[in-house]
């Protein structure tokens, strides 16, 4: 069995930071790409960033420049670093990883609701 745990979400003020964690643990041998995704009420769950075994980042428009996406392999954990956040960044941030080998299946954290006050 595999779990994704996120953590560091919470209430901020515009232009504040938060740091989000999402730790994968349980029966894991191998994970490929991690990333967090976000979903705002009445809208569809998004991408935000994504970041593969070997370090290669991918960041989503909206958010480039002011989040960054990095991993500790070592641990199974997977970070986001959110600057400069606006009100429209309020959304329930989700962790997923691809775990497994050789075929790989996608895990789902369980959100974690970031709000970020005008």
């Known amino acids: 069995q595999v779990q994704l745990v996120e953590s560091g979400g919470g209430l901020v003020q515009a232009g504040g930071s938060l740091r989000l964690s999402c730790v994968a643990s349980?029966?894991?041998?191998?994970?490929?790409?991690m990333g967090w995704y976000r979903q705002a009420p009445g809208n569809q769950r998004e991408l935000v960033a994504t970041?593969?075994?070997?370090?290669?980042?991918n960041v989503e428009d909206s958010v480039k420049g002011r989040f960054t996406i990095s991993r500790d392999n070592a641990k199974n954990t997977v970070y986001l670093q959110m600057n400069s956040l606006k009100p429209e960044d309020t959304a329930v941030y989700y962790c997923?990883?691809?775990?497994?080998?050789?075929?790989?299946?996608?895990?789902w954290g369980q959100g974690t609701q970031v709000t970020v006050s005008s």
């Open positions: 970041i593969t075994s070997g370090g290669s980042t």
């Open positions: 349980g029966s894991i041998f191998r994970i490929d790409t």
């Open positions: 997923k990883s691809a775990i497994g080998f050789p075929l790989f299946r996608d895990y």
